[in-house]
C-alpha cells in the first residue's frame, strides 16, 4: 500500500510558475463542448491552445508542439482518426500527452474500443473521474455519461493498478484529486463542490495538465500542480451570484494565481 | 378555438423542483455554436447534459439517457445521421424526445428535408420560433437564417395545427410564449429582448424542455414549466451592464431559481 | 511607399450606426473553438449571424446572406469543401466575404493549400495577424499555431503587397492594426494586450468586419472600422478582475457601444 502524500503549494509554485515562463504551445483534438472554455483556460494559466483536428495536419503540428491533450468526449469517426494518426507520432517524437477518457465504458462501446487503442500509444498522463479510471481497469463505473458519481478514494486501487500496467501517470479527480505513478500517491483535498456544475472544467484541467507536462523534467509533480491550481482557483472563485458568475471568477482566478507568492 | 390560459409560476414550481430531484441524464446532439452554453444551462437547472454524437454510439445511449434534444442548427450529412439513428431508436424506447427545428425553410431545403424524417419519428415536442412553426405548418415563415422573426401571436392557428396533425406538443416562443398539445393552449408573457440578443438561448431552452418531459407525466404543463423558468429567468437577468453581462446572469438566475419560494 | 493615416473614432462612427441599422445576415463557416463567441459579439453590435456548414446548404445560404465569413481554424475536409463551395458561390453572386487564414503556413501544408484555392476566389477582405500575413505574402512567418508572434509594422510591406496581388483589403492586425487596399493605409493604435489573452478576440473581428462590409460602399473605411470598434471595446473592457470578467466586459462594450456619441 503507497502512502499517501498531501500535495502542498509550496510545490506546485515552480511548476506554475514554470507554464507562464515557458508559454507552452498545448496541442489540443479535445470535443465539441468544451472547445472555448479549454482555450481560455490554457491562456488564462499562460500556455499557448491550438486545436488542430484535420487527419492531414495533426501528425505535422504534434511535431512542433510542446504537448497533445486527447480528450474523446464528443468522438466520430473522423475525430478517432485524427486523435489514432496524433498519438501515434506523439510516441514517435516523445511528445508528452494527456488521454482524457471521457464517458468510457457503460453504453458506449466505440469509444471504449478507440480508448483501448489510445492506451497502448502510451499516454504521458491520464486524467479522468473515478468512474472512467474504474472503467479503464476493468470494473465498473457509474455509466451516466461524462458525470460519473464514483467516489475518487474507493477507486485509489484502480488509479495505482493502471498507473502500474501502463507505466503511466494516473491524475484521478474529484472530492478528492489522487495523483499517481503507481510508486507515488499524492492527494489534493479543497476545491468546491461548484466546479462540477460548470461544464468542462475536467476537461479544461486536462488542458492544463497537458501544459504542465510539456518540457517537465519531473511530470508526477507537474501533473498534481495542475490539479491543485485548478481545486485551489475554484476555492477563491466567487460562488455567491451563482453559476455563470462561478465559471467566469473561476477563469479569473486562474488568470490571476501569482505563482510566487499565493 | 382554443382558450388561451396564461400559465403561471404556482404551475412551474413542481416541474422545476422535479427537475432538481431526479437529475435527469439529457442526451443532446445539438449545434456547434450552442453546446457549451447548453450543457451549462442544463448544469445550471440540475439536469446532466451528455453530448454523445458517433453514429456508433448514439442508439445505445438514448437507450440509457432520460429524454434526448435534437437540434438541427448546424446539421451536416454526419449529424443527419446520427439524429435520425437516435430519434428511431427513441420511438422505439419510448425516451421522450424534443425537436428544434433551427431556421427550417426558406434557402435551407437540406434540413427541411430531414426535419420532414424526424417529424415522422414522433417528437414528444417541438420547440421553435414562429417562422419555425409557420414552416412546418406549411406557410412561408421570414427565412433569414435562425432568427426569425415573425410574431407568435400570429401564428397560434399554426401551432395548433402542427399539434394535431402529429400528436405532439408545440412550443412557440417569442415575445409571448404559446405552448399547446392541440386542445390546451397556454401562454407566457414576460422575459425580455435581450434574450434574443445572446445566441443559443432558443436552443438552450429546447435542451431544458427535454430536461422537464424526462420522465413526466404531464409533459405540457412541463414543457410550458420549461418556458416559464426561461422568461423568468431572463427578467431576472443583470441587463444593465451589456449582453455579456446579461448572458452570465442569465446563468446565474437558471442557477439560483428557488422552485419553493419564488 | 503609402502614407499610414490614422483611422480616428469619426470615421468609424457612420459604420457602426449603418450595421446596426441594417442589421446584416452574415454567414459565418467559422472554427469550432469561437463559433458561440463570434455569434455573441455579431449580435452584441448589431448583426445577425448563421452558422450555415453542410456543403448541401451553404451555396443557396451564401445567395440570401448580406456577407460571409470563411475562418479556417479548425478546418477538415468537410469544412473545406463548404469552404469552397461557399465562396465560389459568393465571387458567383458578388457577396462580400471575408477570409481569416488561421494559422496558415508552418507546419500546416493541408490549410495552406486550402487558402491558396481561397485566394482565387477573391476575398473581399483579408483579416490576420503578422505571421499569417507574412505567409500569405511568400515569406515566413513565426510557424506556431493560431498565435503568431510577428509584429505589424514589421510586416506592412507585406500586406501592401498582398492587396495589392489579389485587388482585395488586406486587414493586419496586432499590437497596431494596419488596414490597406494597396493604395491606402489606415492604422490604429490603442486596444489592450488582454485581447490576446482571451480566444478567439481576432476570429471574432475578422466576423465584425464581415458585417460591416455587407452592402457598404467603402469597404476599405469599413473594415477599419470593425477594427477601430474592436481595439476600443478592449480598451474599454475591464482588466482589473482577470481573464474571465475581460471576455465578458468585452462583450459588454461592444453591445453598448453608442455609435452617435463616443
Same mark, same amino acid.
Given at each position: 500500500m503507497l502512502d499517501n502524500k498531501p500535495f502542498q503549494l509550496v510545490q506546485a509554485t515552480p511548476f506554475i510558475h514554470h507554464v507562464k515562463q515557458q508559454n507552452p504551445l498545448v496541442h489540443c483534438i479535445t470535443n465539441d463542448v468544451v472547445q472555448n472554455f479549454t482555450a481560455n483556460v490554457l491562456l488564462a494559466i499562460g500556455a499557448s491552445p491550438a486545436m488542430i483536428i484535420a487527419k492531414q495536419e495533426v501528425e505535422s503540428f504534434v511535431a512542433i508542439a510542446d504537448s497533445l491533450l486527447i480528450n474523446?468526449?464528443?468522438?466520430n469517426s473522423s475525430t478517432a482518426k485524427s486523435m489514432l494518426l496524433a498519438t501515434t507520432q506523439a510516441l514517435q517524437t516523445q511528445t508528452p500527452w494527456v488521454l482524457d477518457p471521457v464517458a468510457v465504458g457503460g453504453a458506449l462501446d466505440y469509444r471504449t474500443e478507440i480508448v483501448r487503442q489510445l492506451l497502448s500509444l502510451k499516454p504521458t498522463v491520464i486524467r479522468g473521474n473515478a468512474s472512467e479510471i474504474l472503467v479503464l481497469n476493468g470494473e465498473n463505473g457509474s455509466s451516466k455519461g461524462p458525470d460519473g458519481q464514483n467516489s475518487t478514494t474507493s477507486a485509489v486501487h484502480a488509479a495505482k493498478a493502471l498507473a502500474q500496467k501502463y507505466q503511466t501517470i494516473v491524475a484521478m479527480t474529484g472530492d478528492i484529486d489522487y495523483i499517481t505513478n503507481g510508486n507515488i500517491l499524492y492527494s489534493i483535498t479543497g476545491g468546491d463542490i461548484a466546479l462540477t456544475k460548470v461544464t468542462g472544467t475536467g476537461c479544461a484541467l486536462s488542458a492544463m495538465v497537458a501544459a504542465f507536462i +510539456? %518540457?517537465?523534467?519531473d511530470p508526477l509533480s507537474a501533473t498534481a500542480s495542475a490539479c491543485f491550481m485548478m481545486k485551489k482557483a475554484g476555492q477563491r +472563485? %466567487?460562488?455567491?451570484?451563482?453559476l455563470g458568475t462561478f465559471a467566469v471568477s473561476l477563469l479569473d482566478q486562474l488568470s490571476l494565481f501569482n505563482s510566487l507568492h499565493q
Amino acid at each position: 500500500m503507497l502512502d499517501n502524500k498531501p500535495f502542498q503549494l509550496v510545490q506546485a509554485t515552480p511548476f506554475i510558475h514554470h507554464v507562464k515562463q515557458q508559454n507552452p504551445l498545448v496541442h489540443c483534438i479535445t470535443n465539441d463542448v468544451v472547445q472555448n472554455f479549454t482555450a481560455n483556460v490554457l491562456l488564462a494559466i499562460g500556455a499557448s491552445p491550438a486545436m488542430i483536428i484535420a487527419k492531414q495536419e495533426v501528425e505535422s503540428f504534434v511535431a512542433i508542439a510542446d504537448s497533445l491533450l486527447i480528450n474523446i468526449g464528443t468522438i466520430n469517426s473522423s475525430t478517432a482518426k485524427s486523435m489514432l494518426l496524433a498519438t501515434t507520432q506523439a510516441l514517435q517524437t516523445q511528445t508528452p500527452w494527456v488521454l482524457d477518457p471521457v464517458a468510457v465504458g457503460g453504453a458506449l462501446d466505440y469509444r471504449t474500443e478507440i480508448v483501448r487503442q489510445l492506451l497502448s500509444l502510451k499516454p504521458t498522463v491520464i486524467r479522468g473521474n473515478a468512474s472512467e479510471i474504474l472503467v479503464l481497469n476493468g470494473e465498473n463505473g457509474s455509466s451516466k455519461g461524462p458525470d460519473g458519481q464514483n467516489s475518487t478514494t474507493s477507486a485509489v486501487h484502480a488509479a495505482k493498478a493502471l498507473a502500474q500496467k501502463y507505466q503511466t501517470i494516473v491524475a484521478m479527480t474529484g472530492d478528492i484529486d489522487y495523483i499517481t505513478n503507481g510508486n507515488i500517491l499524492y492527494s489534493i483535498t479543497g476545491g468546491d463542490i461548484a466546479l462540477t456544475k460548470v461544464t468542462g472544467t475536467g476537461c479544461a484541467l486536462s488542458a492544463m495538465v497537458a501544459a504542465f507536462i +510539456a %518540457n517537465s523534467p519531473d511530470p508526477l509533480s507537474a501533473t498534481a500542480s495542475a490539479c491543485f491550481m485548478m481545486k485551489k482557483a475554484g476555492q477563491r +472563485a %466567487n460562488k455567491q451570484q451563482g453559476l455563470g458568475t462561478f465559471a467566469v471568477s473561476l477563469l479569473d482566478q486562474l488568470s490571476l494565481f501569482n505563482s510566487l507568492h499565493q
